[in-house]
Each structure stands twice: as C-alpha cells, then as structure tokens.
C-alpha cells in the first residue's frame, strides 16, 4: 500500500455543486483527479478501465477563501497488474481529541478491452419507442437538478418513458479549466450530466431523487473534447430495489461511440426526506 498527499484545486464554480445544503465534489470530478493522479504515478495505467467503483460519502468543499484541499490518496497494487486507488480525507472533532481519515470513495483500474462492448447501434440508442416526456433544460435546473450554472450541461429536452432516456450533453466555455487536458480521455462535466439524466429518470418511475453510488464498470473508446456535443442513452437495467441500476452510452453526435458506465448504480442518499416534485412522477396528478 502506498499513500500520498494530494492538494485538489479549487474553482469558484465548483460551489454550483451544492444539494440539500451541502456543496460537495461532483464525483465524476473526483474519478477523473484520482484516474490522472495514477496516470502520472503509474504511466503503464495511463486512460485504462476504471471497475468496481464505490462512492461512500461526500467530499465537501472547504470555505470559500480556501483555494484548494488538502486530501490523502492510498494506492494498492493488485496481483493481476492493475491497482486500486482510494480518496480520503482527514476528520477531526471540534475538540480536536478525535482524528480520523475517512474514506469518500475507491475504485480499481485496470488494463481493459473496450473492444468486447456490445453497444447499442446509434439509431436505436437515439430513439425512444412508444409514449415520450420531453423535460426542457430550463425546468431540470429550475426544480429537479438545482445546480448552478457550471453544472446545467443537458442541452434542448430530456427526452424519458420507461425504456429509458436520452439527453444531448456540452459543456459550456465558461466553465472551469482542466488541470490536466491530455491525462485523461473523459470530460468529467459530461459524465456528471450523464449522471443527471439517470437521476431525472429515477425521479420520473422510481420517485426518488438518486445519486450514484458506484459502478462496475467505465471504459473508453475515444477520447472526449470540452468543446464537443454528445449524446448520451440511459438503459435502466434493474430498478426493482432501493438501488437503481443503469448502463449509460456516451456517443458523439456523428454516432461514434466514444464513452460508457455500466453497471451505474444510483441510490437516494436522504432516505426519502427529498423528494421529486409530483409533476415528474409517472402516475402522479
């Protein structure tokens, strides 16, 4: 096991983050400064597959004279050659007598090969069957997803049955630089939007708003850009319990594949407190 500090640098717009009080990481943030701190440690695991993800708690951010965040990365080299990495983050009491770390998530990377996906065909990801409710930009961000600015990057309608959803993703230019463009194939603000969908989709047929949790499995077959339009399809794969689970498909607009999350797991963290407006509940009047 091998440990180290990290310092995550903060931006203003980080604070657009914020739910039920809280303003925390976006956890696709989090994987993307985690995959390129073992991109730089670990060269040979440079833009390979992440597995069996865990998000256990949020990370909150600091103050806001704060301009980064001290927190502590473990690393475990695994027998098979990849590794699992972890992101804690140091608590104390307010008397100081107790001092512990505390563990926000872990996920394991290892060499994969994208090529054994079995994707759905782009025409039919794009398309939904059968009766469709179209849910403009403006009112996810007004009352389902109340993100600030940085964090509103569905585009146009999400369109949602129950066979699943689909949402057209980009990523304004104000937002936020990355720190390191060329270490990482993913857009961490697409992925997040991504998780947006799924979550709208869990408020509409589970009536629950849900945060992802973790997943099995996330692999990449071209690299995302900041400035481009993608598409991206969520495939319920079993809502049944009080875990929802998706397979998410990110395409370029052209139809080239280009990211997916499968195995996505969303989960309401309030334990019903919070609950989605009855406009959005299938059934609901």
């Known amino acids: 096991m091998v440990s180290?500090?990290?310092?995550?640098?903060?931006?203003?717009?980080?604070?657009?983050?914020?739910?039920?009080?809280?303003?925390?990481f976006s956890a696709a943030e989090l994987l993307s400064l985690t995959a390129v701190q073992v991109a730089l440690n670990f060269p040979a695991l440079k833009n390979i597959e992440q597995?069996?993800?865990?998000?256990?708690?949020?990370?909150?951010?600091?103050?806001e004279e704060r301009k980064a965040l001290p927190v502590l990365m473990e690393v475990e080299m695994q027998t098979e050659g990849g590794i699992t990495a972890r992101l804690l983050s140091r608590f104390q009491s307010r008397s100081g007598a107790i001092s512990r770390l505390r563990e926000h998530f872990r996920v394991r990377f290892q060499k994969g090969n994208p090529t054994d996906l079995s994707p759905p065909a782009f025409d039919q990801a794009s398309e939904?069957?059968?009766?469709?409710?179209?849910?403009?930009?403006?009112r996810i961000y007004e009352e389902l997803i109340p993100f600030g600015p940085?964090?509103?990057?569905i585009r146009g309608p999400l369109r949602l049955n129950s066979q699943g959803a689909v949402a057209l993703l980009a990523v304004d230019n104000h937002s936020f630089p990355d720190p390191y463009p060329d270490w990482f194939p993913g857009v961490p603000l697409i992925a997040d939007a991504a998780f947006q969908a799924?979550?709208?989709w869990g408020q509409r047929y589970a009536g629950r708003v849900v945060f992802p949790v973790g997943f099995r499995r996330r692999c990449f077959r071209k690299d995302l850009q900041s400035e481009?339009?993608?598409?991206?399809?969520?495939?319920p794969v079993d809502t049944t319990g009080d875990m929802l689970v998706f397979d998410l498909w990110i395409y370029e607009r052209?139809?080239?594949?280009?990211?997916a999350i499968l195995g996505l797991q969303m989960k309401d963290v309030t334990a019903g407190r919070i609950k989605p407006p009855l406009w959005v509940q299938d059934g609901a009047s």
Do not use: Q, W
């Open 198 to 200: 799924a979550c709208i």
């Open 150 to 153: 940085s964090y509103r990057n």
């Open 228 to 235: 481009g339009s993608y598409l991206c399809r969520v495939y």
């Open 4 to 24: 180290f500090p990290l310092e995550i640098p903060l931006f203003p717009s980080m604070r657009d983050h914020a739910f039920d009080g809280k303003v925390m």
């Open 51 to 63: 597995v069996e993800a865990l998000f256990s708690r949020f990370l909150l951010l600091p103050p």
């Open 254 to 259: 052209g139809g080239i594949l280009c990211e």
């Open 128 to 138: 939904l069957a059968g009766e469709i409710l179209d849910i403009p930009a403006e």
